[in-house]
């Protein structure tokens, strides 16, 4: 030993990344360590290296050396192995790889001859109680030296150890002296660790929490799955000295081995891929060729400011080595092209004019004057983030799988995301484990799920309020309940896979980091989040699936098939008619400004060209309206407020807005002009504010900030205010890049809405789900707009709707509920080929059955074959019934259909429940005598009517929103057969009519109109719920 | 010609009362569900039949009259107090829901949604259908609903299954004095009992013996068998057992045996099996215990499934409770040591004796000559409004001069040392 307490290293530490294995958190072990004055310290979690980047992170930033391994689960049980070098990570990469990708999840498992397969680089220790040569220690002496020699037939003399645990238990210490006999005998050394599962002793709570959760047992029944002590906590080396004071070898060797460990993920070998390029260029050459290509399209003609952004740009790209980046990014580009397949670059890379140029993104940052210092700069140290929107659905699997196929099934993975116990999940199990009944359990978390770090209330008065459905035993534990939900918070649970993010690695990427199944067929993920892989230095691209984009994708189409071609580069920019309806807020189905906020705020923001839908876009977010921007903008615009500037200087920056800071480009843009920051410098300064918490960093740039401001002689009060200025807009600014890219799908979903109105509603009923309202709320929409949409028919309908006609949409068979779509294509593909004349046909081609029959009969799909709903209703039944041999051939003697056919309002209710819309005359219809004889107004006359009067308004309820923006305001929109009302309602009222208010599909509200410049909407007074039977009429709440 | 028969169904909370009294109001009923009954009178004592259901003043009647039975159970179902006089059955039912055909017949899955689909709404609508069409496309089934709704009895009806009970009784020319003496007749009755559950291929699971004193006093007491059995010798060990405890203040004049039979018990005998007591014959063991110990004192010892050091449990005789709580796999890998449970008991060599309560013990040094531990454990953290509740233990292994092995535990709050028990 050379000094007390100097010697052990613990080399099998496992963090909550091993899933309900440990409670304590990767930063929490790090921090610990370096507390106990540990030099390094190795994190092994189960069957992954999931933990390994944040325990990375922490120590580098607590200075311990952080070494890496993963616990195997083998088929005869656990085996601790560490990383030597980069090859020994490699292989423990591909290792955990095969295992993950052979078995289903959760099942891992590695036979010997994997092992033997990826030993190289890596030690072997042979683990605690649950490892296997422990366990054949206990039956059979011969049985554990046979397995030891095995394992040193695997790892070679040196790269095994017999691992040793003391938790101060009796049963423990007979195996370990079996063990260190065994370990003699094979001339194997010996090595100290203490397993810990948790930091500090305190941690043994939730892990025991945990091994419940893990094992479906409540703690009072859990016995002996739970730990035996308390001892399982990370020690100081001076205790574990004293615990393996008779064998001083077991921790002199855990010292030396971490000491010959070299590997950290400092080495850990990542690449991004080569770019491909042409004979005798360079990446740096073919991007810039490609740039320069691209950018005499883009701009015509090629001017100067654009030239000197884009050689300002390549300058940056080439001195960060990052063209083979931008070429990757064009080349999946130009593969969506070559395939007809929409894509649109979003977020900072708008700010780039070499992603314009290369056709990445469409918004021209030069023009638009967006600062590429957001996006990338030299200062960041960071790689630049481009993601990428897609059609979603088919078509973008359909890149993702080029991305595949191009880097190869190990070179490409999509990054995960980690689900972590939240509020609600944490109050469940936790409740669980303490064995609360499932009311108590739901009670609480329902009363904790909004609450995701502190409780609301404290567990006295908790249990009051849960008094009625609890008993004292369980109000008794509360306190201990709300200790163990706070600890739990934010631990994980399991990990998924990120909806877009993907990496790709030159070579083989499960030698960098361990490959997954997904849950989707032909995909992989790797053990890592997005934020992982970032700060290891992988690159992803985000393929994002974008629900308007497959519409718009859709509506060319259709304008093509149609004889037109209005692709998006074809739009004109500034169409009147596309800006008239934008200003009266008729936006239904139109992307980012179809919302009831959006729609309120746009007769108020009356958008004239494609800066104003930025703003639009950029302003109704949580961020701006929390940091009170919108109302004193929407003023401005109106003339009702002067336009001011905290200090000259910031004029020709907040100009655009109105002197209101809006976008996060705005604020870099201040640093630069008023304290002489450079691009990369504000975005840094913009990261280190836009913290909750302010640290060290941000203290470092403010400094900055002033002696900036002081040297262009910006002092005293002037100063102080634009500091104020910045940090206060630093947490709310939404990014003018983002706002910019969304803008122009929304200028072009608005366009379209304009004048192919029914190609853009065809589409946009095609590609459902997506955007803010149900399908029911869109065809009304269409039929206002002067559209005339036709039922499903089996002799007219296609899988998906189509269009018929000028101004006709005919529903598609998507739209039956209940109804396959091999069986609608089914339909549709035999329909093509000779039309249906009856029952039996439609039977036999298609091949139906009687729930498909009787579907379809009850919407009505089955007029053109001369049948009313009823009578194929009465045919159905029995042509879907096996006659048998005998009674085939017999003829009925009927008499027709005996049923009566349905009236409209069972029309109506069979459309509801049969496809969730009707084509048929709005509910609000039936009852308009009825409503209009007790001065109920209609929507669409709401706006004729005096503000401040007091109206009745009646609709079915399409959506019901409580932001949290909104102080407890719940904001109703009720539709009727003439259009949309907007019902604002106040806390105390929603808490008086809650019931009636959440529970009825039809609502009659009573209360002020509120008619003020084009916005209109009634403040509720009283709300009754409509004598009408609920059709089974869908509305989107809290969305 | 005869006249017709006449339905009277009849429901009452008093339920009881009407089915033991059911013989009294017509020789012939049926059972109905939900737990009523249906009177079938001929049509001219309607009114009298009437009357003596009234006389029995039972509570919540609802009482429905009809040419059919299935018009009957409905009418006293749904519109109780209703007298249908003949053949207005089917125009009675016509404006019921079609739900409340689900009040005599189980409907097959779909049955309703298909028919609202179709427009039909009530017993009237269902009957309007043709029942050649409506078998064409819904069956056999939705015949029978249909008949039911035309008020139509499409099936027959159920009859009465007594509890079956295996009697003996034997009455004494003389009055019995002693219950030694008893027991010839009671081996004889409880011989041919056994013969007659066996040949019907059950066991006795009860039985209730019926003793009157030659005073006119009576007694009954109750035998449970642990275990269904045919065995005569040992149920009448089991009802000596009983006898022993009766104390009649005059001899006994008539002695009855009831035996309720239970489903035998099925044995799979195999030429590995070790031999082993009757199992029936615990419940003669156990009967003995109860008699020789209080209540409190009685139980199967068990180990609990815990850290505990000393997880001793006493559970109820009745119940098998050799792993406390939970039963599962006793190989599957402990909490956080992967301890397997029960490894205690493998591990062990020597067998310790326990001292129960531990007692406070005074360690001399030098008296010592080995030591092993702390062997620490803790558990119930959770029990309480504080984590620091739940109990820890630390105990030590010594061993002294005298070559004696104890194991001792040290009481951090008391500052003491118990001992907890010395090794063989």
């Not at chain 1, 370990?176 to 005998?185: E, K, V």
């Not at chain 1, 989040?529 to 984009?549: A, H, N, P, Q, T």
């Not at chain 1, 309806?581 to 009356?606: C, H, I, Y």
Request: net charge negative.
């Amino acid at each position: 030993m050379t000094e007390a307490g100097r010697d052990f290293t613990e080399l099998h530490a496992r963090s909550s990344f091993s899933f309900l294995e440990s409670s304590a958190s990767p930063e929490s072990l790090a921090e610990e360590a370096a507390r106990l004055g540990y030099r390094s310290m190795a994190l092994v979690d189960r069957d992954g290296v999931y933990g390994a980047p944040r325990f990375y992170r922490a120590c580098r930033e607590t200075g311990v050396r952080p070494l890496v391994g993963a616990e195997i689960t083998t088929t005869e049980g656990s085996l601790p192995l560490l990383v030597r070098n980069r090859e020994g990570y490699k292989n423990l990469c591909r290792l955990l790889t095969r295992m993950h990708l052979r078995a289903e999840k959760g099942e891992a498992r590695a036979e010997l001859e994997d092992l033997r397969d990826f030993s190289s680089g890596l030690i072997c220790l042979t683990g605690g109680m649950d490892g296997p040569f422990s366990r054949k220690c206990v039956g059979s002496p011969a049985a554990a030296a046979f397995y030891l020699r095995q394992l040193k037939g695997i790892y070679g003399k040196g790269n095994l150890y017999v691992e040793l645990q003391r938790h101060f238990s009796r049963e423990q210490e007979k195996v370990n002296q079996a063990m260190i006999q065994s370990a003699a005998g094979c001339d194997i050394p010996l090595l100290a660790s203490n397993g810990p599962g948790y930091s500090g002793r305190e941690g043994r709570f939730l892990y025991d929490v945990l091994s419940c959760i893990k094992h479906g047992v409540k703690l009072d029944n859990a016995g002996r799955l739970l730990s035996r002590n308390s001892e399982r906590f990370l020690k100081s080396p001076a205790d574990m000295d004293q615990v393996f004071r008779d064998l001083p070898e077991a921790v002199f060797n855990s010292r030396e081995l971490a000491e010959s460990l070299e590997f950290t993920l400092r080495d850990l070998g990542y690449a991004f891929p080569e770019y491909p390029v042409p004979e005798g260029e360079t990446m740096n050459s073919w991007l810039r060729k490609l740039t320069f290509r691209g950018a005499a399209d883009r701009y015509r003609p090629l001017h100067d400011k654009a030239r000197i952004q884009l050689e300002h740009e390549l300058k940056i790209i080439e001195k960060l080595e990052l063209p083979g980046y931008f070429l990757i990014v064009w080349d999946i580009v130009q593969y969506c092209r070559r395939h007809d397949i929409l894509v649109q670059g979003r977020g900072s890379a708008a700010n780039s004019a070499v992603c314009y140029s290369l056709g990445i993104t469409a918004v021209d940052p030069v023009g638009m004057e967006l600062l590429f210092e957001r996006f990338l700069s030299e200062e960041r140290g960071e790689w630049p983030d481009i993601d990428l929107d897609l059609p979603s659905g088919e078509r973008r699997e359909q890149v993702i799988q080029y991305v595949y196929r191009k880097y190869g099934r190990r070179g490409a993975a999509m990054t995960a995301t980690v689900i972590s116990y939240r509020g609600k999940s944490a109050a469940r199990e936790v409740g669980k484990a303490l064995g609360f009944s499932a009311e108590l359990q739901g009670r609480l978390s329902k009363m904790l799920g909004s609450w995701s770090s502190e409780p609301p209330v404290e567990a006295g008065e908790m249990a009051e309020q849960v008094k009625p459905y609890s008993t004292e035993q369980e109000r008794g534990r509360l306190n201990i309940f709300l200790q163990l939900w706070k600890e739990i918070q934010d631990l994980p649970r399991h990990i998924g896979q990120h909806t877009g993010g993907m990496v790709i690695c030159r070579g083989r990427l499960d030698e960098v980091v361990p490959l997954e199944n997904a849950r989707m067929e032909d995909r992989t993920v790797v053990q890592w989040d997005k934020d992982d892989c970032e700060g290891l230095g992988i690159i992803k691209v985000d393929l994002l699936g974008l629900g308007m984009m497959s519409a718009i994708h859709d509506t060319q189409e259709l304008i093509r098939a149609s004889g037109g071609n209005v692709d998006l580069a074809r739009i004109p920019p500034d169409d009147p008619e596309t800006y008239r309806m934008l200003q009266a807020a008729d936006t239904v189905g139109v992307f980012q400004v179809e919302s009831r906020a959006q729609m309120a705020t746009l007769p108020r923001m009356k958008p004239e060209r494609f800066y104003d839908l930025v703003v639009e876009v950029g302003i109704i977010r949580p961020g701006p309206i929390s940091g009170n921007m919108l109302h004193p903008y929407l003023k401005r615009r109106a003339g009702l407020e002067p336009v001011t500037y905290p200090h000259p200087s910031l004029e020709p920056i907040l100009k655009r807005t109105l002197g209101v800071p809006i976008f996060q480009e705005q604020l870099l843009r201040i640093a630069m002009v008023v304290a002489g920051f450079s691009g990369g410098e504000s975005e840094q300064l913009r990261r280190a504010m836009g913290f909750k918490r302010p640290g060290q960093a941000m203290l470092k740039m403010e400094e900055r900030l002033r002696q900036g401001l002081e040297d262009n002689d910006i002092k005293g009060e002037d100063a102080e205010t634009i500091v104020r200025y910045i940090t206060s807009f630093a947490l709310y600014g939404f990014p003018e890049s983002h706002a910019a890219s969304f803008a122009l799908l929304a200028y072009a979903s608005a366009y379209y809405k304009a004048h192919y109105p029914v190609q853009f509603y065809t589409a946009l009923l095609n590609n459902q789900p997506m955007g803010f309202y149900h399908p029911a709320t869109l065809v009304r929409d269409a039929m206002r707009h002067g559209l005339d949409i036709l039922p499903i028919d089996i002799n007219e309908s296609g899988w998906l709707c189509t269009v018929e006609g000028k101004t006709s949409i005919r529903l598609g068979l998507s739209y039956v509920r209940g109804l396959a779509r091999d069986t609608g294509l089914r339909i549709s593909g035999e329909r093509k080929r000779k039309v249906f004349t009856s029952l039996e046909e439609l039977r036999d081609r298609a091949g139906l059955g009687r729930r498909e029959l009787t579907s379809l009969s009850r919407v009505g799909a089955m007029e053109s074959l001369g049948l009313e709903r009823r009578n194929a209703l009465w045919q159905a039944e029995k042509v879907s019934r096996y006659a048998g041999p005998l009674l085939r051939d017999l003829e009925e003697e009927e008499e027709g259909c005996p049923l009566f056919e349905m009236d409209a309002a069972e029309r109506m209710s069979a459309d509801y429940s049969g496809t969730g819309l009707t084509t048929g005359p709005h509910p609000l219809e039936l009852l308009r005598n009825r409503l209009s004889s007790r001065g109920v107004l209609k929507a669409g006359e709401l706006p004729e009517t005096g503000n401040g009067k007091d109206v009745a308004v009646a609709g079915s309820v399409i959506v019901r929103q409580r932001p949290m923006t909104a102080k407890g305001f719940l904001f109703l929109s009720m539709e009727d057969e003439t259009g949309i009302s907007n019902i604002i309602i106040k806390p105390k009222k929603f808490e008086q009519y809650r019931q009636v208010i959440l529970e009825n599909a039809f609502l009659l509200v009573r209360g002020e109109l509120q008619n003020s410049r084009g916005v209109v909407s009634v403040l509720a007074d009283r709300i009754e719920s409509l004598d009408f039977s609920d059709p089974g009429i869908s509305s989107y709440d809290f969305h | 010609m005869a006249a017709p028969l006449y339905f009277i169904a009849t429901y009452s909370s008093s339920a009881d009362l009407l089915f033991k009294s059911r013989q009294l109001i017509s020789p012939r009923s049926h059972p109905v569900h939900p737990g009523g009954l249906v009177f079938e009178v001929n049509s001219r004592y309607r009114q009298e039949t009437l009357d003596r259901i009234a006389a029995l003043s039972l509570a919540n009647l609802r009482i429905g009259g009809a040419f059919t039975r299935t018009a009957a159970v409905f009418a006293a179902l749904v519109a109780p107090g209703t007298i249908l006089p003949y053949r207005r059955e089917k125009g009675f039912l016509a404006s019921f829901p079609l739900e409340h055909l689900s009040l005599q017949a189980e409907l097959p899955a779909g049955f309703l949604d298909t028919l609202h689909s179709w427009g039909l709404r009530t017993f009237g609508d269902l009957t309007e259908i043709a029942p050649d069409a409506l078998a064409a496309r819904m069956g056999q089934d939705a015949l029978q609903l249909r008949g039911l709704a035309s008020g139509e009895d499409v099936s027959l009806p159920e009859s009465f299954r007594e509890d079956l009970v295996y009697r003996e009784k034997r009455e004494f020319d003389w009055p019995v004095a002693s219950s030694e003496a008893l027991l010839f007749p009671l081996g004889e009755m409880m011989e041919a009992i056994c013969g007659r559950v066996s040949g019907a291929g059950l066991a006795v699971c009860r039985i209730n013996l019926l003793l009157t004193g030659n005073d006119g006093e009576n007694l009954c007491k109750k035998v449970e068998t642990a275990l269904p059995s045919c065995n005569s010798r040992l149920l009448i060990s089991l009802l000596r057992l009983e006898l022993e405890e009766i104390i009649l203040r005059s001899g006994i004049k008539s002695v009855e045996l009831e035996a309720f039979p239970a489903r035998a018990r099925i044995i799979q005998h195999s030429l590995l099996e070790a031999e082993t007591l009757e199992p029936e014959e615990k419940g003669l063991t156990l009967s003995l215990a109860e008699r020789s110990w209080p209540e409190s004192s009685l139980g199967i010892p068990g180990v609990m499934d815990t850290h505990d050091p000393d997880p001793g449990d006493c559970g109820d005789w009745r119940e098998s409770r050799l792993l406390k709580g939970r039963n599962r796999n006793l190989n599957e890998p402990g909490g956080d040591n992967g301890c397997r449970p029960g490894y205690e008991g493998n591990s062990l060599h020597l067998a310790l004796r326990r001292e129960r309560p531990p007692r406070p013990l005074e360690l001399a040094e030098g008296e010592i000559v080995s030591l092993a531990g702390p062997w620490k454990s803790s558990g119930c953290w959770w029990v309480g409004d504080e984590m620091r509740n739940g109990w820890t233990q630390e105990e030590w292994d010594l061993e002294l001069k005298n070559g004696e092995l104890y194991r001792v535990s040290w009481n951090h709050r008391e500052k003491i040392w118990y001992l907890e028990g010395t090794y063989d």
